[in-house]
């Protein structure tokens, strides 16, 4: 999946970090070179290079989310498939070997967090499950080996 696709929170996530950027952090970083510009000796300012440094990486970090935000584009659930599993499902999976019950809803990479349940469409078990149906069974390769999980729900 192409990491350019966002729910409307995983997009609203990405404008809120790049104002923060732009609003604190880089006033901050400006600061910071102000104040080691003013202890003298350019050549010899460790606080100088640092803070130079740090503005370096945050307006590289500024252009990248500008870029991605340039290039987003929204999910449309209203126009999949629920039948199906695809991107922005949420799937109850069963383990066949030990009968465990798993929930995920597939998102964006971008948007992943397992501690939420969100589980980025690029990752291994996502890959397998994709266009399968209620009921199938697969065999997904995982770093512990393969494991034969049966689609229990597929829900919107």
């Known amino acids: 999946m192409n990491s350019k696709y966002f729910t409307e929170e995983g997009l ?3 404008k809120d970090e790049l104002d923060h950027l732009e609003r604190v952090e880089r006033p901050s970083i400006s600061k910071q070179i102000a104040e080691a510009r003013d202890k003298g000796d350019l050549s010899e300012n460790a606080e100088y290079d640092a803070a130079k440094e740090a ?8 252009s990248k989310l500008k870029d991605i935000i340039s290039k987003a584009r ?22 066949l070997k030990n009968n465990q019950q798993m929930k ?3 998102v964006p990479e971008k948007e992943a967090n397992i501690r939420e349940g969100k589980l980025s469409v690029d990752s291994p078990i996502a890959k397998g499950l994709l266009g399968k149906a209620v009921g199938e069974q697969v065999e997904i390769t995982v770093p512990a080996g393969k494991i034969q999980f049966e689609i229990v729900e597929i829900t919107r």
């Open 55 to 62: 503005q370096g990486m945050l307006e590289l970090k500024i």
């Open 74 to 95: 929204i999910i449309d659930e209203s126009k999949m498939d629920s039948s199906k599993v695809y991107i922005l499902s949420t799937v109850t999976i069963k383990n």
């Open 104 to 106: 995920y809803t597939l």
């Open 12 to 14: 609203k996530k990405l």
